[in-house]
Each structure stands twice: as C-alpha cells, then as structure tokens.
C-alpha cells in the first residue's frame, strides 16, 4: 500500500503562495489517482483537487485558476497554491485512489496523509 505524507503548510498573508508536497511512502504513486483536500474547523472535508495518473487535473471551482496539481517522478505531488485567501485557510490532506477516475468524495480514497495546516491572514 502506498502511505501519502503532506508537508509544506504554514502561515501566508492573504495574495500569497505556498507550495505543499506529498510523498509517497511503501509505494510510489504510480497509477494511482491523487485527490487534495482540505477542512477547516466546524466543517467537513471538501474537494480541492485531483490529478489522474493519465495527467487529467480537475479543481473545484473556488480554487480554479489559482491552485495547479503537479506530479513529479511518481513519488511527489505538489499542490501549488497562489493568491491566497482567508477562506483558504484550513488543513490541508492528500489521498490515494486506485481508480483512475477522480472523484470528489472522500469516501472515494484508500489512503490518507496526516493532513498539513495552511493559515492565510487577512
């Protein structure tokens, strides 16, 4: 099984960028579907963004045009997020699907990271 390990958060005023990262653990990501997400506290997980082994990305609407899904080598995705905003802030996760499609619920994937904190500031 492949074990996903996010890291890269921190704290950004608002307009800023940050870069998260998922490594591969056990396995690499090989034909493996990749989903972020992200919640915020009081509310439950929602969709950011997937990218299929295929090199198909797909986001949701809030974050279109300002977060781009990278994958390097088949052991590292990256989630790279700029002009930030309050709404943005939230812990951020990685997960694994065996699948090829992307899917937007949760429930859809395998294996989970331990989920990395971004702070935006007003």
């Known amino acids: 099984q492949v074990q996903p390990v996010e890291s890269g958060g921190g704290l950004v005023q608002a307009g800023g960028s940050l870069t998260l990262s998922c490594a591969a653990s056990?396995?690499?990501?090989?034909?493996?579907?990749m989903g972020w997400f992200r919640q915020a506290p009081g509310k439950e997980r929602e969709f950011v963004g997937g990218?299929?082994?295929?090199?198909?990305t797909y986001y949701t609407d809030s974050v279109k045009g300002r977060f781009t899904i990278s994958r390097n080598d088949a052991v590292l995705v990256y989630l790279q997020m700029n002009n930030l905003k309050p709404e943005d802030t939230a812990v951020y996760y990685c997960?694994?699907?065996?699948?090829?499609?992307?899917?937007?619920?949760?429930?859809?994937?395998?294996?989970w990271g331990q989920g990395t904190q971004v702070t935006v500031s007003s």
């Open positions: 997960a694994t699907r065996s699948g090829a499609a992307i899917q937007t619920t949760p429930t859809q994937y395998d294996y």
């Open positions: 056990g396995q690499t990501f090989r034909r493996y579907t």
């Open positions: 990218s299929s082994w295929s090199g198909y």
